[in-house]
């Protein structure tokens, strides 16, 4: 058991008055097994962890090295050791300072520093790691062995100052770079991934409200990729890409990918340079995930990885700064570890968006619009009546030239520019150049693109970007499966409608009314007009 209940200061007293006399004091001790004393102080009640006041110090010990192997060790390390003991058999006893405010750092700070010694190869023996242990106590004989002093105050002066000198020489961050040195022979920039957008090995956030088809614009730029072609206007390098899906059926996914190919006309040339891992319903957190997709992807040469969407990956609170900036931070891994871009998609924040800044819009904390290299926001355009019409005017036109060109293709070089925008034009001329089964069958596409027009929403992509300029907005239609720019520009002019102020939501909405009720009445009046005239009846003037 020990002295545990005598203070340090009346031990010395009757030390100073045995004559020599030691174990009067502390008791007679087996010179075969030698004597220990505990390094922090008790409260006198009892000799275990709970009875320990002062947290101050933790024993390191190894046997399973040469003395002078342990000894260089322990002073390489710079550790802050109190005294260095000699435990007369075949280890040393390192009394280490740690100088913890509890237990809990205690417990913490040991581990910290076996941790350390261990990745330097002192195998550290770990049942000494409790505060309440026992050491060699210097100047006792053990099997005819001497317990001695070998040296005191070694290495650092204190806990604080160790740990400062241990992380600089052990971190894996770069050491910093004159400017000097480079500046005549600049590092090559990374190639583009996406011209303009973003470059090869970097990061990009695609943002969007439910339904803008952020899914089908990744899809997208994934077959433009494998394709080496455009997506909504820019050139994208070619390579191998890896779509991981973590949202879609596996089915439903591939169906995806073949219809958003024909939609887009685009022979699939390079198959193979799309892999899709289908993860939907065995997702888990990001922190998990990237190491195994690094894994699987180490060897496959990918120049971009997609993953779609993060809310299935997240971890912890998207409002969190600090937990997203952890959750980011995988993204940081892939990119270093594969050399590869990351591109992942997020859902807007409830609420208007149109009067946000693009980088304001995604949902949770702001670390999501600070992070990427890239970010590329949806918002929706509202289309009013007149647009639809201008849409079912495309539709119309669009669907009689590719009848034209699958089936008479002569017929083509009769028609100048002009007419292939006027429904009413191509429609007269297919009636009268085909014959009567060919328009019959052509009627019901004209309708059925009509139909379909409908349905078409429109989009404005603005950006956010750190390596190139701005880009001006880009306007698209959504028409499913694939998005269409707007090349003539007819949505140029359309602001969002939560930007508009009150009064003038107010006004369009009193105009498109005033429209709709004289379209019936004109509606009304010719059909009346058309009853007089079967009936026989005289016009009145």
Request: charged residues 30%; glycine residues 6%.
């Amino acid at each position: 058991q020990g002295c545990w209940d005598r203070t340090a200061g009346k031990l010395i007293q009757q030390l100073n008055n045995c004559k020599g006399d030691i174990g009067a004091v502390l008791g007679d001790y087996n010179e075969e097994a030698g004597a220990w004393i505990r390094f922090n102080p008790l409260d006198g009640k009892g000799c275990k962890n709970q009875n320990v006041t002062d947290f101050k110090y933790a024993l390191v010990e190894s046997d399973s090295m040469a003395i002078e192997e342990q000894n260089a060790v322990l002073r390489e390390l710079e550790l802050p050791i109190a005294c260095l003991v000699h435990s007369g058999g075949k280890s040393l006893h390192a009394i280490v300072k740690i100088e913890a405010a509890d237990m809990k750092e205690y417990r913490k700070r040991v581990d910290y520093l076996y941790n350390i010694c261990k990745k330097n190869g002192l195998d550290v023996d770990t049942q000494n790691r409790n505060p309440s242990r026992l050491s060699r106590m210097p100047g006792i004989t053990r099997k005819g062995r001497k317990q001695f002093l070998v040296d005191t105050n070694i290495g650092k002066s204190s806990w604080e100052e160790w740990y400062e000198w241990i992380e600089s020489i052990n971190d894996d961050l770069p050491d910093p770079e004159s400017l000097s040195e480079f500046w005549d022979d600049m590092p090559q920039l990374a190639p583009p991934l996406i011209e303009g957008i973003l470059r090869q090995g970097h990061k990009m956030l695609i943002a969007g409200p439910s339904k803008a088809g952020k899914s089908f614009a990744l899809i997208e730029m994934c077959i433009a990729i494998a394709e080496g072609t455009k997506w909504f206007g820019w050139q994208c390098a070619r390579g191998r890409i890896l779509y991981v899906n973590l949202e879609l059926d596996r089915p439903s996914c591939l169906h995806r990918f073949k219809d958003v190919y024909k939609a887009l006309g685009i022979k699939p040339n390079s198959l193979s340079n799309i892999d899709i891992w289908n993860l939907r319903g065995k997702s888990i957190p990001m922190d998990k995930l990237a190491p195994k997709l690094i894994r699987r992807a180490s060897k496959k040469d990918y120049i971009a990885v997609v993953i779609d969407p993060i809310y299935k990956v997240i971890t912890g609170d998207e409002n969190s700064a600090d937990q997203m900036a952890n959750f980011c931070n995988q993204f940081d891994k892939i990119c270093n570890e594969l050399g590869t871009s990351v591109i992942y998609c997020h859902h807007h924040s409830k609420g208007s968006q149109g009067g946000k800044r693009s980088m304001d819009r995604a949902s949770g904390s702001g670390v999501f619009a600070r992070d990427p290299d890239a970010l590329l926001d949806l918002i929706e355009l509202e289309l009013n009546e007149s647009h639809y019409k201008q849409l079912r005017n495309m539709s119309a036109c669009r669907v009689c030239v590719d009848y034209l060109k699958e089936h008479r293709t002569e017929l083509l070089n009769e028609l100048s520019q002009d007419d292939v925008l006027s429904q009413t034009i191509m429609i007269d001329f297919c009636k009268s150049k085909l014959g009567h089964d060919y328009y019959k069958e052509l009627d019901n596409l004209i309708n059925e693109a009509r139909s379909k027009a409908t349905s078409i929403t429109a989009w404005r992509i603005e950006g956010t970007l750190r390596e190139f300029s701005k880009f001006p907005p880009v306007n698209l239609y959504f028409e499913y499966p694939v998005h269409v720019l707007d090349e003539d520009g007819a949505l140029q002019d359309i602001d969002p409608d939560d930007v508009k102020p009150q009064w003038e939501k107010a006004k369009e909405r009193r105009q498109e009314q005033a429209a709709k009720a004289k379209n019936k009445k004109v509606n009304q009046f010719e059909i009346e007009f058309s009853n007089i005239e079967i009936e026989g009846r005289e016009v009145p003037a």
